[in-house]
């Protein structure tokens, strides 16, 4: 059984505020990851991490940024938030050696009016 | 990235076996073969994977073909709780990311 949080579940909020999307994970997981997936269509990778203070952009370019300050712990922060953020946030995690198999969080589904 | 095709849907009887392809004819040797299915609004979720050789586990099995371009997930015998969108994946030995591609939506007949 996987053990990956995200909240909130539901976000529905204004143009221009400030939200972070929070993701942990209780696996001891190095690596943790961000999709973004609209209603129907595919994930696309938006950050990813190999460990504290190791953070990368994925192969979708994204306005989000994300920190890495503990192993398990990755929040995902957008400074002003727009319609067009408006998608499914997915974390995952997977194990830092040979770890093969990544575990998904449930997403949080975000709208942005 | 190498790339992978599936039917866009796909179709199948509860309690029927389910034969899902996967083409993936620029796969090179050090490709690993992941399938990954996401249930209806819910994450991904890790289903099987391979290199050379057929693979058995509890939820699937995945049959290679010899030349390797191609591969087929079988469900042996589908409940409706396997109605998801099922991804074919290639991932490079040693790399961390995955690539996720449209899938196929399968859905279950009671």
């Known amino acids: 059984e996987a053990d990956i949080y995200q909240t909130p579940r539901y976000l529905v909020i204004g143009t221009g505020k400030k939200i972070t999307l929070e993701c942990s994970q209780t696996?001891?997981?190095?690596?943790m990851y961000w999709y973004q997936q609209d209603p129907g269509m595919e994930l696309h990778l938006i950050h990813y991490s190999y460990g504290v203070n190791s953070t990368e952009k994925g192969d979708l370019s994204s306005e989000s940024t994300v920190s890495r300050i503990r192993t398990e712990h990755f929040p995902l922060t957008l400074e002003s938030a727009r319609p067009s953020h408006t998608s499914q946030y997915l974390c995952?995690?997977?194990?830092?050696?040979?770890?093969?198999?990544?575990?998904f969080g449930p997403g949080t589904r975000l709208t942005v009016t | 990235d190498a790339k992978t095709t599936q039917p866009n849907s796909m179709e199948s009887n509860e309690e029927e076996p389910v034969h899902l392809p996967c083409n993936h004819s620029t796969i090179s040797g050090t490709d690993y073969i992941h399938w990954y299915r996401q249930l209806p609004s819910q994450g991904p979720e890790y289903v099987i994977h391979g290199l050379t050789s057929n693979v058995n586990n509890r939820m699937a099995s995945l049959a290679i073909a010899e030349d390797r371009k191609s591969s087929t997930l079988i469900l042996h015998r589908a409940t409706l709780r396997d109605a998801a969108v099922y991804y074919c994946i290639l991932r490079i030995q040693g790399a961390q990311k995955l690539v996720f591609g449209q899938g196929t939506r399968l859905t279950i007949n009671p």
């Open positions: 995952a995690s997977s194990e830092g050696l040979a770890g093969y198999e990544q575990y």
């Open positions: 696996m001891g997981h190095d690596k």
